[in-house]
């Protein structure tokens, strides 16, 4: 780790998982600052998510482990960051059920040991480099719970009321960031988003699961009556959004951060199976929506997610710039282009957890 960067570096953590890596992407794109992206590489870590930006002086890969505090502080200390945008998180409701260790380990200790290194690095700045600094925290909508058919949608003052583990561990990290803004004036920054789609999403999750297994003729699984809602948010208008929240939010508040689109997961599907069937009309089965299969709901299945995003479109002047319609087609189109990539990443251990987990 003797390697220079240039002034004003960004610390990335989780910078090879699914938003991390597109927002890796974005920033290089629009930034000049350079980034170092520290990554545990777990199974939904994929460093071909940046190979477009891997021979770029600005960006500097670190295999590592958040909870290993002797690496954080010397990165921090050799490379001197202005801002630490933190990803690196445990993430899928279903593993969190099977397996909540890791859950509590990466996302509750992780960021507790971020924290720590933070304070001890932005506590030695001086001046203007002191001033400047920011550690964003990036959450999920699933910390508020579930809502009802009439509910209003969460605000960033809705009690927190987690349902899974992953929930859970997600609050309890949140909590911990508010704690070292109250207590130690540690500046940071709070994001929580909905459910994201778009390029380089592991495909246990819902749309890529459903492109791939849709295109290859196997059964479309979908979590009891399919009529749970959720508000989708295409990954690169996140992304935007979290550039904005560190560039000009307020020390030590909170932003939501939404689509502004509520679909319920069965529309989800049909909608991805109507695209397919005008782009893939040789495909095994046509309709895809012949492929969908009912299964068992999974336990704590919240009901539905709504986000409020006011504060952010008032104060900070973002929007999300995709509809569903809109950002469905192109998500749809980049996985029907990018078949190398999804043979990477599909593995026996990924079918075998397939296996196990929709009883397919």
Not at 42 to 54: E, K, Q, R
Not at 94 to 102: A, E, M, T
Not at 244 to 270: C, H, P, W
Not at 338 to 348: A, L, M, T, Y
Request: charged share 20%.
């Amino acid at each position: 780790m003797e390697f220079a960067m240039q002034p004003k570096t960004i610390l990335v953590t989780g910078g090879a998982g699914f938003i991390g890596s597109n927002f890796v992407l974005q920033w290089l794109a629009n930034e000049t600052a350079g980034v170092v992206n520290l990554d545990k590489l777990t199974y939904a870590g994929n460093p071909a998510n940046l190979a477009a930006v891997s021979s770029d002086p600005r960006y500097k890969f670190v295999q590592g482990d958040i909870c290993d505090r002797e690496l954080v502080a010397e990165l921090l200390i050799r490379q001197r960051p202005r801002a630490i945008v933190h990803f690196a998180a445990e993430t899928h409701v279903d593993r969190s059920i099977h397996g909540p260790d890791d859950f509590v380990r990466t996302n509750i200790n992780g960021t507790f040991s971020l924290l720590e290194e933070a304070r001890s690095y932005w506590t030695g700045l001086e001046g203007g480099e002191k001033d400047a600094f920011r550690f964003l925290h990036v959450s999920t909508d699933e910390v508020y719970g579930s809502l009802g058919t009439t509910d209003p949608a969460f605000s960033e003052s809705t009690r927190y009321s987690p349902n899974s583990p992953y929930s859970a561990s997600k609050a309890a990290s949140d909590h911990l960031v508010r704690a070292y803004f109250h207590t130690y004036g540690l500046p940071v920054l709070t994001t929580n988003c909905s459910n994201n789609y778009g390029p380089f999403q592991f495909p246990e999750k819902l749309i890529p699961l459903v492109i791939l297994h849709a295109i290859t003729g196997k059964p479309i699984p979908v979590y009891g009556d399919g009529q749970n809602v959720r508000d989708w948010l295409f990954v690169a208008d996140h992304c935007e959004a979290i550039r904005t929240v560190l560039a000009r939010g307020r020390i030590g508040e909170t932003y939501n951060i939404g689509g502004r689109n509520e679909v319920k997961n069965l529309d989800v599907v049909n909608t991805i199976c109507a695209a397919l069937d005008q782009l893939r009309p040789r495909d095994p089965v046509v309709p895809h929506s012949k492929l969908v299969k009912f299964v068992q709901d999974r336990p704590g299945h919240d009901r539905r997610y709504a986000m409020n995003t006011d504060k952010i479109e008032s104060e900070l002047g973002w929007r999300p710039q995709e509809t569903f319609e809109t950002g469905i087609r192109k998500t749809v189109e980049w996985y029907l282009d990018n078949d190398p990539w999804i043979q990477g990443v599909i593995s026996g251990s990924y079918r075998q957890w397939m296996a196990t987990q929709y009883s397919l």
